[in-house]
């Protein structure tokens, strides 16, 4: 039943205030801080959701807790928890409906599963939880949860949801039904596009955009050497004098041409050091649009350009293609996984020798979270452009961190994109992800021009700079917790 997470984060607001560069963004949130949290004293804020790790919530909450606490704010995150199969496979359902897939039927026995493990968590969580508390919950999981928790303690509740999409169709309207009863008794919702806010939320609802830490494994910066410390360690490149580093406790796994996985430099070196760099980091889900990407990367390479330049054709000769996403062994939510990483395996078995060479699909492994961010942070780096080739997306993280690094993007008109990248100033925008022809030419595009990338890879990271660091984001939590809790 539902576990509390420890948070240690090793770095304090000082650490990021040191550095030139974020120090005015930290001293605009200690400034917003010391009128707002006062508001906030003598209540614990719980953050709940469904998983420790894997995706975006999982992602940002760590820092947040951490960054709250240190302002001042008494928080605790807690996970809920399940060893209902079934319960995993409702939740995945209602995630894709949300974002418009799927067929709009539930049937009675989904209610009284998803009641009943939230029933189960909200029990367990009232052990901890007091009347004076706030409470937040991110996405659907949980919702039951703080709905259970207001009823009883009559506590403030948000519900936070990072997911949505701008349409309405026949299968949101059935989604949105089925979480009404328990998402219209929080006090107050927040959402990250305003194109997702529910009618029935509308008057209560706000948008808090998602945001990234500048200085996580993840994004901080690596000089040249750690970041080829790291490519070795990971067997993302081959070793060609030694390093200081030892190897990582699991290396990447790379798919073979014989359908096997290894470590990727028992095969070649990818390059990932000197060749042009395509590069989607994602998790195993259809709605990331990996497979399209995969065609039109294989249209891209397939397709002779003899009016291209000589050092374009060499370009197109040696770019490769880098798919990677989390060993699927580890996401505990996420069944669909598998099955989407299979259905890749069975493409890039299917294409010709050449292709399979410049095809690089690759499993994170996520036995240690700080391995995992630092392979994330080196190919996002080495990566000539990023594409985030999403039907949907909530917002979409991996953008944001490869804006942050410099690497121009790639993106799709999913929401969360068209939130972040404005097409032709901070990346690109492809105008249909299942299109492969139209990715192709989009790809070919960003690889011809060197200045054009280097001009969106400068854009992009101010951008995320002023609207999606960690410490904007705070400001706006800060300002939405207050008013909650003196309503
Ligand atoms: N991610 C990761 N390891 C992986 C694949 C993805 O750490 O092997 C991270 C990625 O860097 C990003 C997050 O998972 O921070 C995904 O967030 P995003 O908003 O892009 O999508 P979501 O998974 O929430 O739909």
Redesign the pocket.
Known sequence: MARIIDVAEPLGLWDYADLAFLAPAVQALRAEAATLVPALRGRKLWMINSTPQG???A?MLPKMVSMLRELGVDTDWAVIQTDRQPFFELTKRIHNMIHGVGSPDFSGDDRDLFEQVGRENAEKLRQYVRPNDIVVVHDPQPAVVGAILKRELELPTIWCC?IGLPERLPVTRAVWEFLEPYVATYDHAIFSAPEYIPSFLAGVSEVIH?AIDPLSQ?NRDLHTHGLVGILCNAALAVEHSPVLTPAFASPAMRLMPDGRWAPPSSWDDIGMLSRPIVAQ???W?RLKGFAPLLDAFARLKRCPRPDAGEVHRSRLEIVRLVL???DPASVADDPEGLEVLEELRAKYLALEPRLQSDVVLLT?PMTSRKE??LM?NAIQRCASFVVQNSLHE?????AT?AMWKRTPVVGTQACGLRQQIRDGLDGRLVADSTDPEAIAEVLNEMLVDRNARERMGRNGQRRVYEKFLIFTQLRHWLRSLAETATR
């Open positions: 995706g975006g919530v992602e990072h998602p993840k980091i994602s998790r889900d990677a996403g989390p994170l995992n961010a994330v909530g917002f979409g993280l991996t961190e």
